[in-house]
């Protein structure tokens, strides 16, 4: 079972280069999120979607933009990346009616921007 | 706006003993949940253990419990018998019923002592 996929696992980027990550979840959940960990900040929220063709933001959205085409996916997209969005990034997804139901993570994706 | 509060950063235990993870939280609502995960440093977020606000009988997971206490909005964990595989980054984390999103407290990194 492969729950939640984050691609790529590793990227380093420079100053103003543009890039995508891809969340891909094989549970059929209705919500997807995108959280960024930093040392000592835990896990904020950046976008998240309550459903195919939605999105809203999170605790910490600049810099940041989210397309939820198709249910499965959910991309995350750094327009112009600044060195503040070194981060590693985590996808998560949960079912529809998910009151007491945990999210469930994908692996992270560690980026560093030069 | 809710928050969760994990005040200590790190921790140490013996192997074999029993260690306590604080964590508070602040809300007005009624109707939450909350929950503990693990992050070892190959940087999965595992689930360790959930509780319902509504339930008075604290959940146990094998060798983790937890001291809910709802008048004080605080949800801690105890690991018993801990063992060398417990060393991780833990954090608490918190949802509405209402919202799937979870708010995350910053962590707090327990370290094994062989």
């Known amino acids: 079972n492969a729950g939640v996929t984050q691609t790529p696992k590793f990227r380093v980027l420079k100053t103003g280069q543009s890039m995508t990550l891809l969340c891909a979840q094989d549970?059929?959940?209705?919500?997807m999120y995108w959280y960024r960990q930093d040392p000592g900040m835990g896990l904020r929220l950046i976008h998240y979607s309550v459903g195919e063709g939605t999105t809203a933001k999170g605790e910490v959205p600049d810099g940041y933009n989210v397309s939820r085409l198709k249910k499965q996916n959910f991309l995350l997209g750094l327009e112009s990346a600044a060195p503040s969005q070194t981060s590693v990034y985590f996808c998560?997804?949960?079912?529809?009616?998910?009151?007491?139901?945990?999210?469930?993570f994908g692996d992270g994706t560690r980026l560093s921007i030069l | 706006a809710q928050t969760v509060t994990q005040s200590q950063p790190e921790m140490s235990v013996q192997e074999a003993e029993t260690v306590t993870l604080s964590c508070t939280y602040d809300t007005s609502e009624s109707d939450y949940y909350l929950f503990w995960y693990k992050q070892p440093p190959s940087r999965q977020m595992i689930l360790v253990i959930r509780q319902e606000a509504y339930k008075q009988q604290n959940a146990t997971e094998n060798r983790f419990s937890v001291n809910f206490q709802k008048a004080a909005k605080s949800f801690s964990l105890k690991i018993s018998d801990s063992q060398l595989g417990d060393a991780a980054m833990y954090f608490c984390?918190?949802?509405?019923?209402?919202?799937?999103?979870?708010?995350f407290g910053k962590g707090i990194t327990l370290s094994v002592r062989p």
């Open positions: 998560a997804s949960s079912p529809l009616r998910s009151s007491n139901q945990p999210q469930h």
């Open positions: 984390a918190f949802k509405t019923g209402a919202n799937s999103k979870l708010t």
């Open positions: 549970m059929n959940h209705e919500y």
